[in-house]
């Protein structure tokens, strides 16, 4: 299969149990956002899909490659963009974007040739020179974004990737990576809390306290109703 699956897949720290038995699908070229509030659980999947942790409790497939038997190819497949920003903030844009694309074995022309693409594809190509620490929060994240793309993955996993910023960065963000799959036909998953980050064709996967509640189409979840309060009927909180 192709795209992002998770199959039947539970993690616990400790006695807490983190992930109950979540599955779900995303379809090659799909835009999934992963929708729930803090504590749901969308971390730890991260960390899973990402294999920074392992459980024997389920299968994640990515591209096609399960996750457990072909680690390699099935990482390769995948771009990340972490909740928590690992760029280098001493270097520059370029040598940060270099950096990365060596440790993925890529160098001279081909790598040059993927930095400017992807720097172009996220309106940052006139910022190549500029250290990454004078950039500003929305820039510094489509540096994230642009880096992921460096080795050509089919699969993009972001992670909460628009807290903090300010309302235009968000949306410029959303937009660039709503692009990617609609024109580029990455398969997104899109980790957030923010319901006004979801088009109405995107396809929603609402995680709250680990269990997976409903995976379907925006607008058919939503059926005319805001998504916020859709969202809010279904985990039971308030706004
Ligand atoms: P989200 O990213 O949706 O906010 P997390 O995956 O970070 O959720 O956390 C899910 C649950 O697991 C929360 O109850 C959180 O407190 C707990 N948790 C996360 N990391 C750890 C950890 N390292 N040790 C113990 N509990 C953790
Ligand atoms: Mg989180």
């Not at 799909?30 to 409790?57: D, I």
């Not at 771009?79 to 920003?85: E, H, K, R, T, Y």
Request: hydrophobic content about 40%.
């Amino acid at each position: 299969m192709t795209g992002l699956a998770v199959r039947n897949v539970s993690y616990s720290y400790g006695s807490k149990r983190a992930l109950d038995d979540v599955s779900f699908h995303v379809p090659q070229g799909a835009f999934c956002a992963l929708l729930g509030p803090n504590g749901a659980g969308k971390s730890t999947l991260f960390s899973l899909m990402t294999r920074l942790f392992t459980t024997s409790e389920g299968e994640i497939e990515i591209a096609g490659h399960n996750l457990a038997r072909s680690p390699r190819k099935a990482l390769a497949q995948i771009g990340v963009v972490f909740q928590q920003p690992t760029l280098d903030l001493d270097l520059s844009v370029q040598r940060n974007l270099s950096y990365f694309a060596a440790l993925h074995g890529l160098s001279g022309r081909l790598a040059q040739d993927r930095i400017t693409a992807a720097l172009e594809r996220l309106d940052m190509a006139e910022r190549a020179a500029e250290r990454a620490r004078d950039l500003n929060g929305g820039h510094r994240r489509r540096l994230e974004i642009a880096r992921c793309l460096i080795h050509a993955p089919s699969v993009l996993l972001l992670d909460e990737p628009t807290v903090g910023l300010d309302a235009a960065s968000r949306k410029a963000i959303t937009h660039h990576v709503h692009d990617l799959s609609r024109q580029d036909g990455m398969t997104v998953l899109w980790a957030t809390h923010l319901t006004d980050e979801i088009a109405p064709d995107d396809q929603v996967a609402v995680l709250h306290r680990g269990r997976l509640l409903k995976q379907a189409q925006c607008s058919a979840l939503t059926a005319g109703q805001p998504l916020q309060d859709v969202f809010l009927t279904m985990t039971g909180e308030t706004a």
